[in-house]
């Protein structure tokens, strides 16, 4: 009887401890966004740090901690942190697409691809995942496949006004001046300072 008494009292200061470390990893989460948000990149990175040691399976604090070191220009351990967080949780779309932005960014445009692709399989639903996919294709002059992924993002959201632009470059870049000149409107529709913004007003 007594051994028994020890178990569950072994199993619930188990819980317990397991308890009281997700709340400190969701803690120091949240200490993370709040300096993240006043570009404190050096303890941002410290909290998410913190709140992965606590809990590694936080696929957030993983994804954040990989944008305060890119805030930083630690490219390498910043790659290493969003390869964590598709690791961690490989159904998370923004991980995906987290990965594949750090790879556009770097030129890397067939390796961010696949990222891209991974994101939508894990939620074929993400209109960013297919937007950001759209431009992928598009810095290859993959125009028809391009085209086709701002298209399906438009299809799920038809607010996403750089969907849209995108959408009108892509068919410029394609001679498709009638497409190009209604896509722009319906962008400039949406956001009326687009023009603005790209350059194609002053």
Same mark, same amino acid.
């Given at each position: %009887?007594?051994?028994? &008494? ?12 397991? #308890? #009281? ?10 200490? !993370? ?20 040691? /606590? ?29 964590? @967080? +598709? +690791? ?14 750090? /790879? ?30 759209? +431009?992928?294709?598009?810095? /290859? ?17 038809? +607010? ?17 001046? !009638?497409?190009?000149? %209604?896509?722009?409107?319906? @962008? ?9 913004? &790209?350059?194609?007003?002053?």
């Amino acid at each position: %009887m007594r051994s028994l &008494v020890f178990f569950f009292t072994l199993l619930s200061l188990v819980l317990i401890a397991q #308890c #009281c470390f997700a709340e400190d990893s969701t803690a120091w989460y949240d200490k !993370g966004v709040e300096l993240l948000n006043q570009s404190k990149y050096p303890d941002a990175a410290a909290a998410f740090r913190n709140a992965t040691e /606590l809990d590694p399976n936080n696929t957030w604090a993983w994804l954040n901690l990989g944008k305060a070191m890119q805030g930083m220009n630690w490219f390498t351990p910043s790659y290493d942190a969003f390869k964590n @967080a +598709t +690791t961690t949780d490989a159904n998370n779309t923004w991980a995906w697409i987290f990965r594949g932005n750090f /790879l556009q960014e770097r030129n890397q445009i067939p390796q961010a691809i696949t990222m891209y692709q991974n994101a939508i399989k894990s939620d074929q639903k993400n209109a960013w995942a297919w937007y950001h996919l759209g +431009t992928a294709e598009q810095a /290859l002059a993959h125009y028809p496949e391009a085209e086709q992924a701002f298209s399906d993002a438009i299809a799920l959201d038809p +607010t996403n006004q750089w969907a849209w632009y995108n959408l009108a470059v892509v068919q410029k870049s394609t001679g498709d001046y !009638g497409g190009y000149a %209604m896509n722009l409107r319906k @962008a400039s529709e949406i956001d009326p300072d687009l023009p603005h913004k &790209v350059g194609l007003v002053s």
